[in-house]
């Protein structure tokens, strides 16, 4: 996880930063957990890593 937020204009100018920076926006994943009368919406960001090649010898 990169950010978490329950306020939608800090996640896009976080989005935006990332842009800037050159992140590879097919990498990101934005997740809206939705809230209820008890829980606030938050949205979360989230960046896809691949996964690490094997050592050898294993």
Do not use: K, N, Q
Not at 18 to 26: C, F, H, K, M, T
Not at 30 to 35: N, Q, R, Y
């Amino acid at each position: 996880m990169i950010f978490e937020t329950r306020d939608e204009t800090a996640l896009r100018a976080r989005l935006s930063g990332l842009r800037e920076a050159g992140v590879d926006e097919s990498t990101i994943r934005i997740d809206m957990l939705c809230g209820r009368l008890a829980l606030p919406t938050t949205y979360r960001l989230s960046r896809f890593a691949a996964r690490p090649a094997p050592e050898s010898g294993h």
